[in-house]
């Protein structure tokens, strides 16, 4: 499986920015597919899941609220819309996919894409 991220970019706090990752390969292996996102100095952090058949969701709590995860199965996409960011929302976020049970902590994830930016200015 291959995961290919974009949408990333600068935007001002309060504004908003989608991010999409397409999944190419072998996708009928994906179970769930994740946000997760790393900061300067920081440690990776979950962001977002959602399970690919029944669509549940799941979210960290700091943007709860705030981002929406979505799917495409007919696109085999996953998209992370994200609305009044913050400038702490500022880090390289990663799309993952994998096919266990637990979705919130990096090791559920067999396959990651190569992080695309996202930085919001104050």
């Known amino acids: 499986v291959q995961l290919q991220a974009s949408g990333g970019g600068l935007v001002q706090a309060g504004g908003s920015l989608r991010l999409s990752c397409a999944a190419s390969?072998?996708?009928?292996?994906?179970?769930?597919m994740g946000w997760f996102r790393q900061a300067p100095g920081k440690e990776r952090e979950f962001v977002a899941a959602i399970r690919w058949s029944g669509g549940s969701t799941y979210y960290e709590d700091s943007v709860q609220g705030r981002f929406t995860i979505s799917r495409d199965n007919a696109k085999n996409t996953v998209y992370l819309q994200m609305k009044s960011l913050k400038s702490e929302d500022t880090a390289v976020y990663y799309c993952?996919?994998?096919?266990?049970?637990?979705?919130?902590?990096?090791?559920?994830?067999?396959?990651w894409g190569q992080g695309t930016q996202v930085t919001v200015s104050s």
């Open positions: 390969g072998r996708t009928s292996s994906i179970g769930n």
């Open positions: 993952a996919a994998g096919r266990g049970w637990n979705v919130v902590t990096s090791k559920d994830y067999l396959y």
